[in-house]
């Protein structure tokens, strides 16, 4: 989806939600939307937040925060896709805190359960993990195997990462590894570099926006929020 954060969303642009949805995390000192897109910068600038231009030059969004990160003084970093309106402030604390907690993790990440008909779904990112919790495996096929289905109990990825800031470094000097052009994550070239990723667990997700069908079902959520709050305002057609 071209211009995806501008999207209009119940009369707003989708990162505003993003933004807005991010301060409430009381761990972070600061929320800042990092784009080579001028029009984003703008919108962030329309709605009183704060944006930072990054070179077009950054590949990745990795690249686009590592190029940031280098002039920052911040030990550690949580990266939150820009297409997740409904992220829950809270799994952003659970992130930064455990960077604060757990300085000998690099990379932390988040994971729930896979429903029963996200399992095959190549758009929906599968882990795995070892006894104490750090990632073996990322995949867009369905695993574990499920030889046998009452045992299998597939984790969903949720896209937010947090880095310890030299680890983010590291990894955004690092070339695309094999793996990762073939399952198209690049979250598999830090461990195909040796770099840990520790897998916390959550009992939900929440809805992003890949496709537009998405964006039509995340407005309704919306609507319904705002209804059940009492609120009520135009919505714009996406």
Known sequence: MVGKPLRPLAGRPLIEYV?????RASSLSRVVVLTDD??????????????????????????????AARRWEEGAVVN??????????EAIDRIARHLI???DDPMVTL??????????????????????GKAL????????????????????????????RQALLRLAALEPSPLERAESLEQLRALENGIDIR??????????????????????????MKADSGEHSKVTPA
Request: hydrophobic residues 40%; aromatic residues 8%.
């Open 19 to 23: 933004y807005e949805r991010a301060s």
């Open 38 to 67: 001028e029009r984003i910068a703008a919108a962030v600038d329309a709605f009183g937040g704060d944006a930072e231009m990054t070179p077009v030059e950054c590949a990745s969004g990795t690249d686009r925060i590592a190029w």
């Open 80 to 89: 939150i896709q820009g297409d997740e309106p409904l992220i829950d402030p």
């Open 101 to 103: 907690e757990a300085p």
């Open 111 to 132: 994971a729930a359960p896979a429903a029963a008909d996200e399992a095959a779904d190549p758009n929906v990112v599968k882990v795995v993990t070892d006894a104490g």
């Open 137 to 164: 495996y990322f995949s867009r096929a369905s695993i574990p195997y499920p030889r046998q289905p009452e045992q299998s109990r597939p984790l969903k990825h949720i896209g937010i990462y947090g880095y310890q």
């Open 199 to 224: 897998v916390l667990t959550t009992s939900h997700s929440w809805l992003g926006v890949d496709t537009m069908e998405d964006l039509e079902k995340v407005e309704e959520l919306l609507q319904k």
